[in-house]
């Protein structure tokens, strides 16, 4: 059973697919008028972490993500460069797939755009008209807040006091628009402006307000009600509220079985150490794809991993480096194992059976907490733990005399399993390019120490380690300590196993 925290029950509740089998989510997208910032790079690997899992546990998983191309922000963008919202929107919707994709971040099954779905929109608003929840003022269409009788009950806010609250706004001389009924209305549709983009409707030319879009493509894609809507904790109000409003009100349904929210990021301050908010005025903005430029897609992933979904994320250069650092962990476990299994002996066969039932009791008791944890709200953290069991058990069978090829393989599957359920490939540093570690020096080295004439460094360290095991049997001592001081020197060193010597990384 899966338990997830509801945001609309304000608990951990079970899990209930409308189909069973099957998990239609929906997680709001990026307005295209900038490259995206590593905050809603959380929210974004959040739910694609949790996409994994829910199909890595068999469920049919169905995904839809926005994009906003027409909005006040990137009309304002296209302004200031001179081009058409058209062209803005266009250039950062192929930047942010570029980034999606870059951060390991899967591709939506459907990627609706809001300008190709104004008729669905505007049947919407039509609709909501027809109901008596919404209304045309001077080519302007408002949903009725107070025509919906449950009005806040995502946010746990009640309508009163936001009433309150925009009587105080307008007193200090920042009302709203005097064509609103109520001060509390929204936008459904926005009367067309001279410059800026718009479309045919029955109320004249205009454009969409932001929020009816959502409700209108979860509606056509997925179909009501559908299982989870996710998206940061900055949506929740007025954004999330307001979709369900509307949508209710206009189908008469539930609209979202389940409501999911990411926590938010915060910056560690170099200098003080001290935690802030992310903000252009405080100099500590960071875009994704800067991020990436300086850290490996899969060591973001792991930062992101180490702290709960729904809990604040400290991000800093020193918690990028431990998270580095953990992933190396794994990713060493896996390069050593696949080596060991290379060169792999047999021993004897009482004491392999032995080794494979213990290995695969680690393999079991891993894959059953990683699972207990990942259905309990998706506790990446402790899932993680879990994986790094495996691999303590995993590195130890590796140095044992007794390991077998089939507990070996077993474990280092597993772990290689579990970890590609976060979107993390542990493999691709164990295999890379051939050599590709090693550094151009050992070319000279085993040219000079075993007459090597090729170009591959991988066949380079091969052949010292061929010459350094020739000068041992002829106990040519100055020679294989040569090859070993050789290596030293250029930071690896060489271990001798029951399955032969290698050559590792320094400590």
Known sequence: MIRIYDTMARQKVELKPVEEGKIRMYV????????????????????????RYLKWRGFDVTFVQNVTDVDDKIIKKANEEGCS?????????????????????????????????????????????????????????????????????????????????HRELRAEGQGLEDRKRDPLDF????????????????????????HIECSAMSH????????IHGGGADLCFPHHENEIAQS???????????????????????????????SKSLNNFLLLHEALDIVRPEALRMLMLQTHYRSPLVFGDQRLSEADAALTRIETAV???????????????????????????????????????????????EALGAVFALVTELNGAVGASNASVEGVQA??????????????????????????????AVLELAASLAGFQGTGKADAVQALLDARAAA???KDWATADGVRDGLTGLGFVIEDTPQGARVTFGA
């Open 85 to 165: 919202a058209a062209e803005v929107a266009q250039r950062y919707t192929d930047l942010f797939v570029e980034d999606m994709r870059r951060a390991g971040v899967q591709d939506p099954d459907v990627r609706p755009k809001a300008t190709e779905e104004i008729g669905t929109m505007i049947e919407l608003v039509q609709k909501l008209i027809d109901e008596g929840h919404a209304y045309e003022a001077q080519g302007d269409v408002y949903f009725s807040v107070r025509s919906y009788g449950d009005y806040g009950k995502l946010s746990g806010r009640n309508v009163d006091e936001m009433e309150a609250g």
């Open 248 to 278: 209710e009100a206009a189908y008469g349904c539930t609209f979202s079985q389940h409501w999911m929210h990411s926590g938010m990021l915060q910056i560690a301050n170099a200098e003080t150490g001290e935690v802030e908010k992310m």
């Open 335 to 381: 390069k050593n194992a696949d080596w060991w299994l290379a060169n792999a002996q047999a021993e004897g066969a009482q004491a392999q059976a032995e080794a494979t039932e213990s290995l695969a009791a680690s393999v079991a008791k891993a894959r059953e907490s990683f699972t207990a944890s990942m259905d309990d709200d998706f506790n990446a953290p």
């Open 220 to 227: 056509r894609y997925l179909g009501l009600p559908f299982d």
């Open 28 to 51: 709001c997208g990026p307005t295209v008028y900038n490259r995206i910032h590593i905050g809603n790079a959380r929210t974004f690997m959040s739910f694609d972490v949790i996409r």
């Open 187 to 210: 936008a459904l549709w926005k009367a067309a402006k001279p410059g800026e983009p718009s479309w045919e409707s029955p109320w004249g030319q205009g454009r969409p307000g932001w």
């Open 472 to 474: 041992r049997k002829a």
């Open 411 to 440: 474990a280092r599957d597993a772990v290689v399993e579990l970890m590609d359920c976060f979107g993390i490939d542990v493999t691709s540093a164990a295999a890379g390019e051939e050599g590709a570690d090693y550094p151009d």
